[in-house]
Each structure stands twice: as C-alpha cells, then as structure tokens.
C-alpha cells in the first residue's frame, strides 16, 4: 500500500507506510498484521475502543516503538525512511519534524508557557541552544511562541506558570508547542479525553482546521465518534490490534461503528467486567 501525495498538499509534508507491522508483547499482539498509508497533508481519525491499538500505531508513526514485525516508512520530500533502520541521525531530524500531542500532554507543569512552547524545537538544538532558549528566550523566540498562543486562544497566557492552567488551557498549551515545531506531521492521543464536550469540539475543529491552514498531515486517536465523523474525511478503526475499516467517513454506516463498540461491551460482560 502506498501513500499518494494530496494535491494540495505542501512539498514539506510527511506521508506514512505501515506494512504488515506488528507489535508483540509476550503472549500479546497488540498489533496484528497492520497495513496503512496516510499520504502527506492527509487529515485521518483513528477510531475503536480502549486497549485497539491506537496509542500503539502512533508510536510506531513518531519512531517511538519499533515493530516486532514489518515495515514502517515516512515519507517526505527527499525519499521514503524506514523507521526501525534509520540512523541516529535520520531519526533525529524525523523527530524533529514529526509532533505529537500525549493523552497526558506532557507538559512541565512548574515552568512558565513559554518555556513549555520552546520546548517544542528541542529536537532541533544541542543542549547549549535549548538551556539558553529555555532560560533566555530572545525576542523573536517570545514573539513566535506569542503568535502561537493567540492562534490557539490563549495568547494572553504566556507568562503564566503552566500549572495554574486550566485542562482546556493546558491542552492548548500543548499543541502550541507541537505547532512551534514546525511540524511536517501532527499525531494526537486523545487530545481530547479529559475535558468537557464543548471544549472537546473545539479543540478538534482546531487541529483540523491548523492542519488545513499549514498543510502538515494530521493523524488523530478519538474515543469520541461524533467528532471523528464531523471532522475527519477518513477513519480507520481499530479492534484487538487489527484494522477493523478503513474507508472515507461518508462511507461508512453508523451501524458499523456501534458494531464496533457493541463487541466491546460484549467481551466485557464475558469476562465479568
């Protein structure tokens, strides 16, 4: 399988390959046989119940996990890299170029916002560069991340110390730092799970709307189907390590996704839980 490049989309943008990939853990396959491709500037919701392999194959995506079995590529303007072969060096300038948003944000929570903004470039510095950044942002790093802050909403935060923010604010905060990145490919786990249905809304309907706006390829993990659906051209669904669909969100029957999380409940029950 493999990606073909959006027609709009920026020369600069990431594209993935999965091929036949798999993740073992024990006795456990928490991914099975997996293949995918997600062309540059692509926009895709990953979708299907706790424990389908979501978190998994976006690690696989950020070069954070390597497969026990098969492939996985990026692809960019100079080529396609197969991730578990890659040299320091490769992965270091891919990481550099690849953003995640964590389910636990992984922010520093005692620092102020912009220091948490910068931290979104510390792939591309050695240490002199990110403690100086860190500890003594010039101007034009201040104005980049202010700019920022105000895109997402909460430009008036950036002095503030992180951890007086609220969920919502915090959550910003982080895809400010992924966007200070200059990300060629955006991945979100859950972004968001832990606030409220309003605030949920909006958050998506900003990253898909950055991700137009900036042309980076965006691959999101959701729980809440209604938004995937709104939003995302594409889902793929996972079930128990395996791709369960992959088609154009107007293809697929609401059946089909209560299907998906109807057996999860079943299973549940099965097992006394």
């Known amino acids: ?3 073909a490049r959006r027609d709009d989309a920026p020369p600069g943008a ?8 798999s993740v073992v853990y024990g ?3 928490v991914l099975d046989q997996v293949d995918l491709a ?11 119940p706790s424990g389908a392999g979501k978190t998994t194959l976006l690690r696989l995506l950020n070069a954070a996990l390597a497969p026990t079995e098969g492939v996985v590529l990026a692809t960019g303007p100079s080529g ?6 890659a040299t320091p060096r490769e992965l270091r300038a891919l990481r550099s170029r690849i953003g995640f948003v964590h389910q636990d944000l992984a922010l520093v929570p005692n ?6 903004v910068l931290h979104g470039r510390l792939g591309r510095q050695g240490f002199v560069a990110a403690l100086r950044s860190s500890l003594f942002p ?12 105000d895109r997402v909403g909460i430009g ?3 002095f503030q110390r992180t951890d007086t923010l609220s969920g919502g604010q915090r959550q910003r905060v982080a895809i400010a730092r992924a966007l200070y990145q200059e990300p060629a490919a955006l991945l979100c786990d859950e972004p968001v799970s832990s606030v409220d249905p309003a605030r949920a809304r909006d958050t998506v309907l900003l990253l898909t709307a950055l991700a137009k706006e900036r042309g980076f390829t965006l691959v999101v993990s959701l729980h809440d189907v209604r938004l995937a659906r709104e939003f995302f051209p594409r889902l793929v669904a996972l079930r128990g390590g395996s791709v369960w669909f992959d088609r154009r969100t107007a293809e697929v029957r609401p059946s089909e996704l209560e299907e998906l999380y109807r057996l999860e409940r079943v299973e549940l029950l099965a097992d006394g839980s």
């Open 80 to 85: 396609a890299v197969q991730l578990d072969r």
């Open 111 to 116: 620092v102020r916002v912009l220091q948490n």
């Open 27 to 29: 006795p456990r396959r």
């Open 1 to 3: 399988m493999t990606a």
């Open 14 to 21: 990431f594209g993935f390959e999965v091929r036949r990939a």
């Open 138 to 149: 010039s101007r034009a790093e201040e104005e980049a991340a202010a700019r920022l802050l």
């Open 156 to 158: 008036e935060k950036l």
């Open 38 to 48: 997600f062309a540059p500037g692509e926009v895709v919701a990953l979708v299907g």
